[in-house]
């Protein structure tokens, strides 16, 4: 039998899917913080959850190894809070009485930092699937997948998801549905264009996935062979080492990549905001390695210009 506290966040979490269009990786994400919230406090009712409650769980969290055997880091036990927080609000909306949301404090995080590609490591990336013998059809996929992510700096489920219908090869832009259930419109650089075109030529089947596997494990009666989020990680991945590359590199990194080239380039914030699909500008000042930067080219370039050559 399910107790109160555990039937209000099954219908939470049905409120996040129908009312706030979450992702189904949201809702899974906060359906497991929530459920270990409940669990490691034992609470059965939201009347329950006090501010004590909270701390404990805090303090419980600050002592909790990973499978690393290392401590969560302060952005993975903000998760947990800012699950708590969004149940919190729900049931303030409900009128159920429980502790008021902005109770809730979320640990300082630090500056994010951030990794990104840039010059011959970029191109090195980008042309890594041309350096190795592979088919024509792997070979083309997968310099069409990086091309792409680099040109519309598009989440990797976001690409996952897209379908041969989304992409219109006359045209050098597209929808894209992102978080929240947010369109946004991204652009094709013409590399992106041109390798799309040639995987997509090489095709022969009917799926309707742009982008499929083409591994032994696919199975006749899958739906669909549309290739996978960690698949696309591990591809990522790989390229990252046949172009010799040392650190670490994410489909994220590709992402970072596309925002800080636009940024150097001359781009305002406002619009790598839309052209992210980040809801709030917050979230895009993470770039301001590069927006400080390019402050600087400019104050070195335009102020005071009189006085420049002038004695002390």
């Known amino acids: 039998m399910l107790t109160k506290i555990k039937k209000l966040i099954t219908e939470f979490l049905e409120y996040l899917e129908i009312e706030k269009g979450c992702s189904p990786l949201t809702i899974r994400n906060y359906d497991f913080y929530l459920q270990r919230f409940v669990k490691q406090s034992k609470i059965n009712s939201p009347n329950e959850i006090t501010k004590e ?31 708590i927080r969004c149940f919190l609000k729900y049931l303030a909306i409900k009128d159920i009485p429980s502790l008021t949301p902005e109770k809730i404090e979320l640990a300082k995080t630090g500056e994010r930092q951030i990794s990104f590609l840039e010059g011959d490591d970029l191109e090195k990336l980008l042309n890594a699937p041309l350096h190795v013998k592979q088919k024509k059809n792997i070979m083309y996929r997968d310099k069409a997948i990086l091309e792409l992510l680099f040109s519309t700096g598009l989440r990797v489920s976001e690409l996952t998801n897209l379908e041969r219908e989304s992409i219109n090869l006359k045209k050098n832009e597209f929808s894209i549905k992102g978080k929240g259930q947010k369109w946004r419109l991204v652009f094709l650089s013409n590399q992106a264009k041109y390798w799309l075109k040639k995987y997509l030529d090489e095709r022969t089947d ?16 899958e739906k669909t062979l549309g290739i996978t989020p960690r698949s696309i990680q591990r591809l990522v991945q790989k390229y990252s080492k046949v172009a010799g590359l040392t650190r670490k590199i994410t489909v994220h ?19 790598v905001q839309e052209l992210l699909g980040h809801r709030n500008i917050t979230t895009t000042q ?17 102020h005071d210009q009189k006085r420049k050559n002038k004695p002390l």
């Open 206 to 221: 009917v799926d309707p996935a742009l982008f499929i596997r083409y591994d032994r494990a696919v199975k006749n009666n």
């Open 286 to 302: 993470i770039y301001t390695h590069v927006t400080n930067q390019h402050l600087r080219e400019i104050y070195q370039n335009f």
């Open 53 to 83: 409650v909270v701390r404990q769980f805090r303090l419980w969290l600050s002592r909790l190894k990973n499978y690393h055997q290392d401590n969560l880091s302060p952005a993975t036990r903000n998760y947990h809070l800012i699950a």
């Open 253 to 271: 990194t590709l992402r970072h990549s596309f925002a800080t080239d636009l940024l150097s380039n001359g781009a305002n914030l406002r619009a």
